[in-house]
């Protein structure tokens, strides 16, 4: 069973910038969808942004023109450049792929803006 395991969260200050990364421990076929969804303490999770199987991608509101969603395709998994951070970017980041057969989900990594 292929593992989704994230990288590259963790303190930054507000105004900084992280690059989430995602690998994969094998191969994941007729994929459709890749994403990043986030979660705060309290908060339910959300959809942070989505690259689908023709290069397009859908941002959630509170990060458009500061998060930028692309696709590894060494690993067929999704990278997230977060730019221009705020505290409330704060949350547990996971990455998503979905395939045709299956979705596969990360455990995901921790980011806090915080100065």
């Known amino acids: 069973q292929v593992q989704l395991v994230e990288s590259g969260g963790g303190l930054v200050q507000p105004g900084g910038s992280l690059r989430l990364s995602c690998a994969a421990s094998?191969?994941?076929?007729?994929?459709?969808?890749m994403g990043w969804h986030r979660q705060a303490p309290g908060r339910q999770r959300e959809l942070v942004a989505a690259?689908?199987?023709?290069?397009?991608?859908n941002y959630a509101d509170s990060v458009k023109g500061r998060f930028t969603i692309s696709r590894d395709n060494a690993n067929n998994t999704p990278t997230l450049q977060m730019n221009s951070l705020k505290p409330e970017d704060t949350a547990v980041y996971s990455c998503?792929?979905?395939?045709?057969?299956?979705?596969?989900w990360g455990q995901g990594t921790q980011v806090t803006v915080s100065s």
């Open positions: 690259i689908f199987s023709d290069g397009s991608t």
């Open positions: 094998g191969r994941i076929f007729s994929i459709t969808t």
């Open positions: 998503h792929v979905h395939s045709v057969f299956r979705d596969y």
